[in-house]
């Protein structure tokens, strides 16, 4: 989904339906304030009957805005994300504030029926397409966010391990403003952070995904 967050102050919502409803600029922002304030109301992933019972609340809601294809249809998952809450996004996609989702049963049934039983993207070159993996189940995922959720309870403020911190500001996977904050608090005078300006995106080192930063990535010291 990454086309959907190209960068990190850049989103969109087209394919969700969002611009197939006639609605002015301000309209459109109400109303994504409005499900992103009823989503965090209503949703609770631990309660398997709180997912449909928002889809269907905001659909009966939405029924009567006018569209210019009625054929098409309008996700009410659309929503404010972020740690702001500001960008426009998919409130169940892992860049939202609500990514914990696959850490709970309904919460994986509802991305598989979303989005099938597994996510694939076409590789981004030969090599990738050789030897790299470009698809997997959503399950993948449950092992990455349970150690997500697992890292936002460390105490940073009191880690006295040296630490290395890089980051690429072409990465829409993770939270950049994130990593500046842990970093601003971590207690050891042995740390650093850096921007790798090279990198190409999430994975800042490599032939496959970012050779022009490989080298400069490994002269970091």
Request: aromatic residues 10%; proline residues 5%.
């Amino acid at each position: 989904m990454s086309l959907c967050q190209p960068e990190k102050n850049i989103s969109c919502g087209g394919c969700c339906g969002l611009l197939n409803l006639e609605l002015k600029v301000d309209e459109y922002r109400n109303l994504l304030q409005e499900r992103t304030r009823e989503f965090q109301e209503i949703v609770n992933f631990q309660i398997r009957h709180t997912i449909p019972e928002y889809r269907q609340k905001r659909e009966k809601k939405e029924l009567e805005i006018s569209r210019k294809d009625e054929t098409i249809y309008n996700c009410p998952f659309l929503g404010y994300i972020g740690e702001r809450v500001s960008r426009i996004g998919c409130m169940i996609h892992p860049a939202a504030a609500s990514s914990d989702i696959t850490l709970y049963p309904a919460g994986m049934e509802f991305v598989k029926l979303v989005y099938g039983k597994e996510r694939s993207w076409e590789p981004q070159n030969e090599n990738v397409a050789k030897y790299w993996q470009h698809k997997y189940p959503w399950e993948a995922l449950i092992p990455m966010m349970t150690l997500v959720d697992y890292s936002s309870t460390f105490p940073y403020e009191s880690m006295e391990t040296p630490v290395l911190f890089l980051y690429s500001d072409k990465d829409n996977i993770v939270d950049l403003q994130k990593i500046k904050d842990v970093h601003s608090i971590y207690k050891s005078s042995k740390k650093k952070i850096l921007e790798v300006k090279e990198a190409d995106g999430h994975v800042m080192a490599g032939d496959f995904f970012s050779p022009k930063s490989t080298e400069i990535v490994k002269e970091i010291q």
